[in-house]
């Protein structure tokens, strides 16, 4: 008898994204603007996050279909892997920029959302295609402003609980919601 594996993670919804018609373009999009006019308050671009997807021309998305994201609450400390091993891999744990801007975009504010506005962090993994590895991409809500960090999952320091992850819509965790 195998003692059942305790969950990292604990389903708490899903959110829709909505299709987008044109190429999204990071370096146009993530930049540092707190103006009353910005789609979306960015005061802080971490080093890391220009050198992983804001070099040369920066990464560029293609257009994507009505995506549906999972989000769920971190229950005890953990690493990026054992993260995206409960996941269910990184196929589902990969999400886009374009995802994540556009959740910032309905939180501009600091509204209540999927995005926690609490100062705790908001993990998103994605591509980076200059090296093809999976990077952690993570935000905060600060002071009335985001905050964009990112490292690469193989950063011993990981994660405290109650932080949020998101990832590609999975029936394993819809069906720990019910």
């Not at 996050?49 to 971190?74: A, H």
């Amino acid at each position: 008898n195998q003692v059942p594996k305790e969950r990292l993670l604990e389903f708490i919804g899903t959110i829709g994204i909505p299709a987008t018609a044109e190429q999204f373009f990071v370096k146009k999009k993530f930049v540092i603007d707190i103006s009353a006019t910005a789609p979306v308050k960015i005061s802080f671009i971490s080093i890391n996050f220009e050198e992983f997807f804001l070099v040369g021309k920066g990464k560029i998305e293609e257009p994507i279909t009505k995506k549906t994201l999972c989000f769920q609450k971190l229950l005890r400390s953990s690493s990026d892997t054992l993260i995206i091993d409960e996941l269910g891999g990184e196929g589902e744990a990969e999400t886009t920029l374009t995802e994540l801007y556009a959740l910032m975009v309905l939180q501009s504010n600091g509204e209540d959302g999927a995005l926690l506005t609490n100062g705790c962090a908001n993990i998103f993994y994605v591509g980076d295609d200059f090296s093809g590895v999976l990077r952690a991409v993570y935000v905060y809500w600060i002071g009335g402003v985001w905050h964009v960090y990112t490292s690469p999952v193989v950063d011993p320091l990981g994660w405290d609980d109650g932080i949020r992850v998101f990832s590609r819509n999975s029936e394993s965790f819809e069906s720990l919601a019910s």
